[in-house]
């Protein structure tokens, strides 16, 4: 007879709540048609060069991908004007995330500083790596408060993250707060690395070229004690291949090369990849698709009086007015209709609810879905 005896740390874990899925909602509710605006995906759905290249690389898949996938690292290099040795590829950036928590800290000893509520991929890597999470709040408006974070980090501090722009709540932090804090870590905590996760920075600011004014990778001058995290999930559309990135201190990512199992990013997720980056017509009408449905889920759930925060990411926070009942049964109502949002109550915020800019199609649908809810509830 087996007993299960896992970690205490196991024993404790709350699971990663994912977004809802499109064949979940259509059988629980006998939908045909479900739309989906829970998890942030490309609202424009695959990059007609990534069809192109699965197709042409379908018959390689019973091979093993070329270690370190070179081809891949060295196309981000050039996308982005760094050195190849400090580019690195993982299974979606959740695994880098979890590499750097498994590489740099010692449970019992070290400790890992984020804001709360933040994404949870954070707190529940170090759990199971049985490491200390120091958490500070976020303000009353979701900003941060990096001095109260920077409070947090003492000599067994070795990790520090912080999310621009955030999630969930679309808040984009000036890059010269992050510089700062990034400099004040270098000159009093030399063994703490300060992690940027600009997991949605490509759609901050009002055109393309914004990015530059607000990222730490896009400025081309990244300090020597951050490590910037990106994914090919939300604006190039490859949320279900699994593909993230990160730029690394280029000693950290010799290790890194190490450290993690040798096939972890598949060989047609490398090739789309690869593709994706060169689809630059793809990722012009995706970022603008993105800015103009924000725009507009953004007044229009306004006119219906809710609240809702300024994002610079392709998701909007928002809470209902009152007397429009509660979150959760606002995230029922829609799914009925055969909408996908994203209640946060996982991130201990039970009022708020969180929507992924769709197409036009999917944001008209949604609107109209919110609309007929409240009238129903106000009667
Ligand atoms: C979506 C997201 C990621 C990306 O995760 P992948 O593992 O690359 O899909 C990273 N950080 C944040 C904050 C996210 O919301």
Not at 10 to 24: D, K, R
Not at 114 to 122: G, K, Q, R, V
Not at 296 to 314: D, H, I, K, Q
Request: glycine share 8%.
């Amino acid at each position: 007879m087996y007993t299960c005896a896992v970690r205490p740390e196991i024993a404790a874990l709350s699971a990663y709540v994912p977004g809802m899925s499109i064949a979940e909602i259509q059988e629980k509710y006998g939908l045909s048609k479900v739309v989906k605006m829970a998890s942030n995906e490309n609202p424009l759905g695959v990059s007609p060069l990534v069809r192109e290249a699965l197709g042409l690389h379908a018959g390689t898949a019973f091979r093993y991908p070329q270690g370190g996938n070179p081809r891949l690292v060295a196309a981000l290099a050039r996308t982005h004007g760094v050195s190849p040795d400090q580019v690195v590829v993982g299974n979606g950036s959740d695994e880098i995330i979890d590499m750097l928590i498994r590489m740099l800290l010692v449970p019992g000893k070290h400790s890992v500083v984020c804001f709360e509520p933040c994404f949870s991929i954070y707190p529940i890597q170090a759990q199971v790596c049985g490491v200390e999470v120091r958490r500070h709040p976020l303000n009353a408006d979701f900003s941060f408060d990096l001095d109260a974070l920077f409070a947090l980090v003492d000599d067994d501090t070795r990790l520090v993250f912080v999310t621009t722009p955030d999630n969930p709540s679309g808040y984009c932090q000036p890059l010269a707060d992050v510089r700062r804090l990034a400099q004040r870590l270098g000159e009093r905590f030399p063994h703490c690395l300060l992690v940027v996760d600009e997991a949605y920075m490509d759609f901050a600011g009002d055109s393309p070229e914004d990015e530059a004014r607000f990222s730490l990778l896009a400025s081309g001058d990244i300090p020597d004690n951050v490590a910037i995290m990106r994914t090919f999930s939300k604006s190039y559309g490859l949320a279900g291949l699994r593909l993230g990135y990160g730029i690394l201190p280029a000693e950290l990512a010799q290790y890194y090369w190490r450290a993690r199992l040798p096939f972890s990013v598949n060989i047609l997720a490398e090739e789309a990849g690869i593709a994706v980056l060169q689809d630059s017509t793809f990722r012009a009408a995706t970022l603008e698709c993105v800015r103009a449905g924000r725009r507009r889920l953004t007044e229009g759930l306004r006119a219906l009086g809710c609240t809702v925060w300024p994002s610079a990411a392709n998701f909007i926070m928002m809470q209902l007015p009152e007397g429009c009942g509660t979150a959760a049964a606002c995230f029922e109502a829609l799914l009925q209709r055969g909408i996908i949002i994203r209640p946060l109550k996982s991130y201990s915020l039970p009022e708020h609810l969180r929507v992924s800019v769709g197409s036009d199609e999917e944001n008209t649908a949604f609107l109209e879905a919110m609309k007929q809810w409240m009238q129903e509830v106000r009667g």
